[in-house]
């Protein structure tokens, strides 16, 4: 009876790690294929961390605003895009008979979404850029670099 005890309490052990795992993992954006956690996208997207520390004017921070607004969007539907891909992918390892070939473009596609995604921040942080006066661009750049942001 004690043995059965100890294998049903070692059973319910070992069925239970792999879900705290999972509720660590939960804890990570979402929304972000990437692997950041939420720390870094606390009041939103697009190095606020670095342009939050400088002192814009108003002008600068409407068109800040608008510039991040684009770039969410344009996230969003990138993102989108990764997932639907993502599901397109599972499906083709489902069927019964594995195509290499098809696999091997469906992972080429998500990599290229990925790679544009990523692009799209670096050419808003071209535009933000152009918003910032050169002390301010010099300021950006210190801080975004060494991570003081953080």
Known sequence: MKKVALFILLFT?????????VAEEGKRCEKSYSKHTMKHHK???????AISKLELSPKQKAEFAKLKLSYKKEKIKAESRIKILEVELKELLLKESLDLDSIRAKLEHIEKEKAELRFARYRALKELMSILTPKQRK???????????R
């Open 43 to 49: 009041k939103g997207y697009l190095f606020y961390g």
């Open 139 to 149: 300021e950006f750049r210190e801080k975004l670099l060494y991570g003081l942001y």
């Open 13 to 21: 052990v070992t069925m239970a790690a792999p879900s705290l795992v």
